[in-house]
């Protein structure tokens, strides 16, 4: 029976079952509330992928908000998986604690987020606590993660070991220069491009590449690709690096909205690192913990060809 197993072994028993099987625990007794409760309010999930089944997902999530859950339970949350537009996150983060003390883990998909409430969502996580990892999706909207993300975000530099920044959000380099030069644990890192790269002169599609990717000499972007890889040689823990991120174009061919634009419509990063000796990577050669860099839809070398090194 299970009352009769040892108080550790119940306790141990709640982060392998399914958040259905720990709702149903928690219904159980007052007993069974106690053990359980824990490990059902440890992960706050993402809403579901059926449109059809979205609105009343959502719907139970803002009433749960309203009633005061977040702050009643939020003591036992440790990961965030949640996607949320500008309305939503600020009423959010209304109802939440000032600190999640327990909270080290997130992935949020942001529509239409601005800089300071992006900084104050990174600012609820525990400074003794620290992030671990965070990834902040804002594809689909043209999103800044300015100086106020960027202060929040380094505050927890010390703990850092995954960051994932996906197109949409504008970090400005100053701040990528301080967080390389700050979270030496880094293991996973997605967030650099924006470097001028004149040696490409034409997209796949035979249209000139845009003024800021064809900027500058090829000198100059040498030396500043040299630089960066100067920066990423200081993570010494790094495993996994991915310089190629899906595209986001504020027009499409087509002349439509903006849109998602998939590796099938021979698309590709042109304002990345070249992954060459002369522009670097030679200094990436003492990460001995680095076993994959991937290249998803860059133009390596001057070359258009989908690639990942392993």
């Known amino acids: 029976m299970f009352v009769?197993?040892?108080?550790?072994?119940?306790?141990?028993?709640?982060?392998?079952?399914?958040?259905?099987?720990?709702?149903?625990?928690?219904?159980?007794?007052?007993?069974?509330?106690?053990?359980?409760?824990?490990?059902?309010?440890?992960?706050?999930?993402?809403?579901?992928?059926?449109?059809?089944?979205?609105?009343?997902?959502?719907?139970?999530?803002?009433?749960?908000?309203?009633?005061?859950?977040?702050?009643?339970?939020?003591?036992?949350?440790?990961?965030?998986?949640?996607?949320?537009?500008?309305?939503?996150?600020?009423?959010?983060?209304?109802?939440?604690?000032?600190?999640?003390p327990r909270l080290t883990s997130a992935s949020l998909k942001c529509i239409a987020q601005d800089d300071e409430t992006v900084a104050d969502f990174l600012g609820r996580c525990s400074p003794t606590k620290g992030w671990k990892s965070l990834s902040l999706d804002g594809t689909g909207a043209s999103l800044y993660f300015g100086e106020a993300?960027?202060?929040?975000?380094?505050?927890?530099?010390?703990?850092?070991?995954?960051?994932?920044?996906?197109?949409?959000?504008?970090f400005p380099s100053k701040s990528i220069h301080e967080l390389l030069c700050s979270?030496?644990?880094?293991?996973?890192?997605?967030?650099?491009?924006?470097?001028?790269?004149?040696?490409?002169?034409?997209?796949?599609?035979?249209?000139?590449?845009?003024?800021?990717?064809?900027?500058?000499?090829?000198?100059?972007?040498?030396?500043?690709?040299?630089?960066?890889y100067t920066e990423l040689a200081r993570l010494t823990r790094l495993k996994e690096l991915w310089l190629g991120t899906p595209l986001w174009r504020s027009r499409?061919?087509?002349?439509?909205?903006?849109?998602?634009?998939?590796?099938?419509?021979?698309?590709?990063?042109y304002d990345g690192l070249a992954m060459t000796l002369e522009g670097g990577m030679d200094l990436l050669k003492e990460l001995k913990e680095l076993k994959v860099v991937g290249l998803k839809d860059m133009a390596v070398d001057g070359l258009f060809e989908e690639a990942e090194q392993k």
């Open 183 to 228: 979270a030496s644990g880094l293991k996973k890192l997605d967030l650099i491009g924006h470097i001028p790269r004149p040696d490409i002169a034409w997209e796949t599609d035979e249209e000139p590449t845009s003024e800021f990717v064809a900027a500058g000499t090829r000198r100059e972007s040498l030396t500043l690709q040299r630089r960066v």
């Open 149 to 170: 993300s960027a202060k929040a975000l380094l505050k927890h530099a010390a703990t850092l070991e995954s960051f994932s920044l996906v197109p949409g959000f504008r």
């Open 4 to 100: 009769d197993l040892p108080y550790e072994t119940q306790h141990a028993i709640g982060p392998f079952l399914s958040s259905h099987d720990l709702t149903t625990c928690v219904l159980v007794s007052r007993e069974w509330r106690d053990i359980f409760t824990p490990s059902l309010w440890s992960h706050i999930g993402a809403s579901p992928t059926w449109s059809m089944h979205q609105q009343a997902w959502q719907d139970t999530f803002d009433a749960g908000i309203a009633q005061g859950c977040l702050t009643r339970y939020g003591h036992f949350i440790r990961s965030i998986n949640l996607t949320l537009n500008l309305l939503r996150l600020k009423d959010f983060l209304t109802h939440c604690p000032a600190i999640f």
């Open 252 to 269: 499409s061919p087509r002349g439509s909205l903006c849109e998602i634009v998939s590796s099938s419509e021979e698309n590709w990063i």
